[in-house]
C-alpha cells in the first residue's frame, strides 16, 4: 500500500470513493484498507509504504484509534464493494489457467488487470504503469492468437480481443 496520505495504490472510481468520503469525511480513503487489514484475526501489524515520520505517525494514529471496523463499517466497505463489481470490466478472477498452456508466455492475467484499472478506476496512467512494469516479456502484442487460453477461461473471456484491445492502449 502506498502511504495513507496523499492518496491510495490506485485512483477509485467516484462512484465508489464518494461512498467511503460520506460515511468517514476527512478520512483517507486508504486508511479503510489498513483498518480493513488490521481488523483480520490474528493480525498483530500491517505495514504500508511511507516515506515520512509524518506519515508514520499518521498511520499509527489511524490503527490506534480506529480498529477494529465496526459492524457499520463492515456495511459500508459491502457497499462500496458492490459499487465497484457494478462498474464495466472484464471479469478476470486472476486464477491464471490461462497463462500455463500459453505458448508466448504472454502475462494475461496481469494485462487484465491493467484493463481493470483504466475502465473501471478510469486511471489511465496506473494502468499504463501496471502494464509497463508487470508484464515483462509477456506482452499483449507476443500473442499470436493460438486461442489455447480462451479454452481454458472459467470466465469465457474473449481473450484474444482483449489483447487486442491493450495493444492499442498500452503499446
Ligand atoms: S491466444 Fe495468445 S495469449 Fe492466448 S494462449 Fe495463445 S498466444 Fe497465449
Ligand atoms: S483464465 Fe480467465 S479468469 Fe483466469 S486469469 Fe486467465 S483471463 Fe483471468
Redesign the pocket.
Known amino acids: 500500500m502506498e502511504p495513507v496520505k496523499g492518496g491510495t495504490l490506485v485512483k477509485l472510481p467516484d462512484s465508489v470513493a464518494d461512498i467511503l468520503r460520506a460515511a468517514e469525511p476527512g478520512a483517507p480513503l486508504a486508511s479503510w484498507a489498513l483498518r480493513f487489514a488490521g481488523s483480520l484475526p490474528n493480525v498483530i501489524a500491517v505495514l504500508s509504504g511511507m516515506n515520512t515520520p509524518e506519515m508514520v505517525a499518521e498511520n499509527a494514529a489511524i490503527m490506534r484509534d480506529g480498529v477494529p471496523l465496526t459492524p457499520a463499517e463492515y456495511e459500508v466497505i459491502e457497499a462500496a464493494r458492490d459499487a465497484l463489481a457494478a462498474l464495466p470490466g472484464?471479469?478476470?478472477?486472476?486464477?491464471?489457467?490461462?497463462?500455463k498452456g500459453c505458448p508466448e508466455g504472454v502475462h494475461?492475467?496481469t494485462i487484465?488487470q491493467s484493463l481493470n484499472i483504466y475502465d473501471q478506476m478510469g486511471d489511465a496512467y496506473r494502468a499504463q504503469e501496471n502494464y509497463n512494469w508487470n508484464t515483462g516479456d509477456g506482452k499483449a502484442s507476443a500473442c499470436i492468437q493460438c486461442g489455447a487460453?480462451e479454452s481454458?477461461?472459467?470466465?469465457?473471456?474473449e481473450?484474444v480481443s482483449?489483447l487486442e484491445r491493450a495493444v492499442k492502449l498500452f503499446e
Open positions: 472484464v471479469p478476470c478472477t486472476d486464477c491464471r489457467y490461462c497463462v494475461i492475467n487484465m487460453c481454458v477461461c472459467p470466465q469465457h473471456i481473450i482483449q
